[in-house]
């Protein structure tokens, strides 16, 4: 596609769920960066993939939250036994490897834990 | 920890300049100043780069002083749709890839 798509847009699980969020990123972007945003915060960064490899994995909050990357193009970030300080929006963002031209971001997921 | 220090709000007149400052005093000859904003629910835009050299493009222009500690964005013609979150961040170009680290950004309100 011509942009980063995430799905679900939006998501509402009730606490001590799993959820999987998805990325699908630029065709040819080989770097693939996962963010979270909560509400009224910056973005916090969570794991970085190259290709299917995870140089990165520095933000992840804690060890219920994991990622893939398969084929070197879809991303699936899961959330084990989701809590509510887990609400946040989860954004993806890939660029071109030794690209000048930054990242492009999706619209992100919003997740709401009740 | 973000690499940079901007003021968390500004006002700007709908069609005048808006000039947003960015200290980053603490820059590696290899890092790059980049800037990104995010509009209200929508995901951060990529705005414009630099290294060393003044920079312009169809958003904006960036403004790098010569010691490099410091920068500044520059929308030349302000319009309503640019108000949003403006980010200034430092970082390495490498064939690695690397993170952007974001801090707080300013919040730029374009008024009418």
């Known amino acids: 596609g011509a942009g980063v798509s995430q799905s679900p847009s939006n998501k509402v699980t009730e606490k001590g769920k799993d959820v999987e969020l998805r990325c699908d990123p630029i065709?040819?972007?080989?770097?693939l960066y996962w963010y979270r945003q909560s509400l009224g915060q910056g973005l916090e960064f969570l794991i970085y993939?190259?290709?299917?490899?995870?140089?990165?994995k520095s933000g992840l909050p804690s060890d219920r939250f994991s990622a893939e990357r398969t084929g070197g193009s879809v991303s699936t970030l899961t959330i084990q036994r989701t809590q509510q300080e887990d609400s946040a929006v989860y954004l993806c963002?890939?660029?071109?490897?030794?690209?000048?031209?930054?990242?492009?971001f999706g619209s992100g997921t919003r997740l709401t834990v009740v | 920890d973000a690499k940079t220090t901007q003021p968390p709000s500004m006002d700007c007149a709908e069609g005048r300049a808006a000039n947003l400052p960015c200290n980053h005093s603490?820059?590696?000859?290899?890092?790059?100043v980049y800037w990104y904003r995010q509009i209200h629910s929508q995901g951060p835009q990529y705005i414009i780069h630099g290294l060393k050299n003044n920079e312009t493009n169809e958003m904006a222009s960036l403004i790098i002083t010569e010691d490099r500690k410091s920068s500044t964005l520059i929308l030349p013609h302000a319009t309503l749709r640019d108000t949003a979150v403006y980010y200034c961040?430092?970082?390495?170009?490498?064939?690695?890839?690397?993170?952007?680290?974001f801090g707080q950004g300013t919040e730029l309100s374009v008024k009418p």
């Open positions: 963002a890939s660029s071109i490897i030794d690209s000048n031209y930054g990242y492009t």
């Open positions: 065709s040819g972007h080989t770097a």
């Open positions: 993939f190259q290709g299917n490899s995870a140089p990165d």
């Open positions: 603490t820059i590696s000859g290899n890092e790059y």
């Open positions: 961040i430092v970082r390495v170009v490498s064939n690695q890839g690397g993170k952007l680290i």
